[in-house]
C-alpha cells in the first residue's frame, strides 16, 4: 500500500511565462485573468445547475449523470491546475517517488513573488466563494438525496462532493501550510536567539 506524505514547504510556483512581465499591471482590485475568473465558476456551477434542472428538460438519467460528471470533471482540473496557481498562486499535487512512495505536495508562491507579482483581491475574492460554497452545496444535496431516497442520484452527489472537495482540502492544505511554515520559522528564530542570550549568560559568569 503505498504511503502518503506530506510537504509543506513554500516553493515558488511556475506559473505562466507571460506573469513575469511587470510592466503595466493593473491595480490589485482589479481582475487581472477573467478568463481563469470566469471557468473557475463555470463548470462548477454548470453542474449545479444541470442537476438541478435536468429532470425538468431530460427523462435521460443516463445523460443527466454524464454530462453532470464532465463539467465535475473538467472543473477539478480546471482549479486544480489553471484557476489556482493564476488567481491566488497556490498549487497542489502529487508524486511518485523512486521506491514507489507516493508524496503530496501543497505549494504557495513566495512573498517575494507576490511583491513582482501581486493577487488580485477581487479575484482571491471570487475564488474563495466558489472554492467554499459548492462543496457545501453538494454535502447539502447528498443529506437531501438520501432522506428523499433518490437512491440513484446518490452516486453523482457524491462525484460532486470528492472532486470538489479534494480541490477545496488541497487549497486549504496550501494556504494553512505557508503560515505554518512561517509560525516554524518565527519559533525557531526565537529558539536559537534565546539559547544564544544563554550560552552567552552562562560563559560571562
Not at 453523482?156 to 480541490?167: C, I
Amino acid at each position: 500500500m503505498l504511503q502518503q506524505d506530506s510537504n509543506d514547504d513554500t516553493e515558488d510556483v511556475a506559473l505562466f511565462d507571460t506573469e513575469e512581465e511587470t510592466a503595466n499591471r493593473p491595480k490589485k482590485s482589479k481582475i487581472r485573468h477573467p478568463v481563469a475568473s470566469f471557468f473557475h465558476l463555470f463548470f462548477r456551477v454548470s453542474a449545479i445547475i444541470v442537476y438541478l434542472l435536468c429532470e425538468f428538460f431530460s427523462r435521460s438519467f443516463i445523460a443527466c449523470m454524464v454530462t453532470i460528471i464532465l463539467l465535475l470533471s473538467c472543473d477539478f482540473w480546471a482549479v486544480k491546475n489553471v484557476t489556482g496557481r493564476l488567481m491566488v498562486g497556490l498549487r497542489w499535487w502529487n508524486h511518485i517517488d523512486e521506491d514507489g512512495n507516493s508524496h503530496w505536495v501543497f505549494e504557495s508562491r513566495k512573498a517575494s513573488s507576490q511583491e513582482n507579482n501581486p493577487i488580485s483581491e477581487a479575484e482571491s475574492r471570487i475564488f474563495w466563494l466558489g472554492l467554499v460554497t459548492c462543496p457545501v452545496l453538494w454535502v447539502i444535496f447528498a443529506f437531501s438525496a438520501l432522506f428523499s431516497f433518490r437512491v440513484k442520484w446518490l452516486a453523482v452527489v457524491t462525484m460532486g462532493v470528492v472532486l470538489q472537495g479534494a480541490n477545496l482540502y488541497g487549497y486549504i492544505r496550501c494556504k494553512v501550510g505557508s503560515r505554518k511554515n512561517l509560525t516554524s520559522m518565527a519559533t525557531s528564530y526565537l529558539g536559537k536567539q534565546f539559547l544564544r542570550q544563554n550560552t552567552g549568560g552562562d560563559q560571562t559568569s
